[in-house]
């Protein structure tokens, strides 16, 4: 039975924000292994990753519409306010555009503005070998570390594939590590409703 204290407790909210990549496709995945660790899950994809993802399943197995773009002004906002982000995929462009400040899509503006309420953001980002060379994408990857950002990258975490072959890797992806980055992040202080 659960404690009437608990009970009053809401539960975390987790955005998970999609790029585009073929991984995008299988956030489902993701969305699933978070609620088993409890979380409130609502999806943001980027514009390119709207192209991968079933809105509909997303929208029916969380609960929350799957957002992509920036609200018109004056309507509300339709998702309760995130008490973690995990971007997974997170593409070169997004990471690049990250480090830079730019808030041109609705999910780069969640995460800067994060960034700016210290709400804990791990990222995972998946991509090709030429691509992950660019000297850009490297010190990204290091700025955001520096900033914070729990940052799951590396041949220990997927090895990267050659360029045209990432469909071929999707199945492989554990999708686990960007949720094992965020564990332990601090729970919201006070009860909601
Ligand atoms: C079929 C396809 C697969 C792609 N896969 C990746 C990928 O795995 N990683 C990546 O960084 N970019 C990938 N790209 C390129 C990105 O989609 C592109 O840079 C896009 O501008 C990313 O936008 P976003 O960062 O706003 O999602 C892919 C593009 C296409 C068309």
Same mark, same amino acid.
């Given at each position: 039975?659960n404690?009437?204290h608990?009970?009053?407790?809401?539960?975390?909210v987790?955005?998970?924000?999609?790029?585009?990549?073929?991984?995008?496709?299988n956030? !489902?995945?993701?969305?699933? +292994?978070?609620?088993? @660790?409890?979380?409130d $899950? &609502?999806?943001v *994809?980027?514009?390119?990753?709207? =192209?991968?993802?079933?809105?509909?399943?997303?929208a029916?197995?969380t609960?929350?519409?799957?957002?992509?773009?920036?609200?018109?002004? !004056?309507?509300?906002?339709? +998702?309760?306010?995130a @008490?973690?982000?995990? $971007? &997974?995929?997170? *593409?070169?462009?997004?990471?690049? =555009?990250?480090?830079?400040?730019?808030?041109?899509?609705?999910?780069?503006g969640?995460?800067?503005e994060?960034?700016?309420?210290?709400?804990?953001?791990a990222?995972?980002?998946?991509?090709?070998s030429?691509?992950?060379?660019?000297?850009?994408?490297?010190?990204?990857?290091?700025?955001?570390?520096?900033?914070?950002?729990?940052?799951?990258?590396?041949?220990?975490?997927?090895?990267l594939?050659?360029?045209?072959?990432?469909?071929?890797?999707?199945?492989a992806?554990?999708?686990?590590?960007?949720?094992?980055?965020?564990?332990?992040?601090?729970?919201p202080?006070?009860?909601?409703?």
């Amino acid at each position: 039975m659960n404690s009437p204290h608990l009970s009053h407790r809401r539960r975390r909210v987790l955005y998970v924000i999609a790029c585009g990549s073929p991984l995008a496709r299988n956030v !489902g995945r993701l969305v699933d +292994l978070a609620q088993q @660790d409890s979380w409130d $899950v &609502c999806v943001v *994809t980027t514009p390119d990753g709207a =192209k991968f993802v079933d809105r509909a399943s997303l929208a029916r197995q969380t609960g929350h519409p799957v957002r992509t773009h920036y609200k018109n002004p !004056g309507d509300p906002d339709v +998702l309760p306010p995130a @008490d973690a982000m995990l $971007v &997974c995929p997170a *593409t070169v462009n997004t990471v690049n =555009k990250w480090a830079a400040g730019i808030a041109d899509t609705l999910a780069l503006g969640l995460l800067i503005e994060a960034q700016g309420l210290a709400v804990p953001i791990a990222a995972v980002p998946y991509t090709n070998s030429a691509m992950a060379a660019h000297p850009a994408f490297r010190a990204s990857l290091d700025r955001l570390r520096e900033w914070g950002v729990r940052m799951v990258f590396g041949d220990h975490v997927v090895p990267l594939h050659p360029p045209g072959t990432g469909e071929r890797h999707v199945d492989a992806f554990p999708w686990e590590v960007g949720l094992a980055a965020l564990r332990g992040t601090p729970r919201p202080a006070a009860p909601v409703g």
